[in-house]
């Protein structure tokens, strides 16, 4: 039985530069999740329907119900804290 242990970041303290660019992460991977259905024949639809291939997350990001968006926003937030850890920085040039 698979047993997660993601890496403990709780002990990271972003600063704020990094907090927003969680936001600007979290769009483009709902962006690349979009792209990636759309290329497999996914279409916009009122409800997921896998043999149909609607689903009606393909909006937007900011068209995103918030529920969406804070999956995306962790899954960025995680990745950064998971490469400062790790003892990378990441700098704006």
Do not use: C, F, Q
């Not at 483009?28 to 979009?34: E, G, Q, S």
């Not at 149909?52 to 393909?58: A, G, I, M, V």
């Amino acid at each position: 039985m698979y047993d997660p242990k993601p890496i403990d970041t709780s002990d990271v303290t972003l600063p704020e530069e990094l907090l927003a660019l969680t936001e600007r992460i979290a769009e483009n991977t709902h962006d690349i999740w979009a792209a990636g259905r759309i290329a497999e024949g996914w279409t916009y639809g009122d409800v997921k329907d896998s043999l149909k291939k609607t689903t009606p997350l393909l909006v937007p990001y900011g068209e995103l119900p918030e529920s969406e968006k804070a999956y995306d926003r962790n899954t960025s937030l995680e990745t950064i804290k998971l490469i400062v850890k790790m003892g990378y920085r990441i700098e704006k040039g």
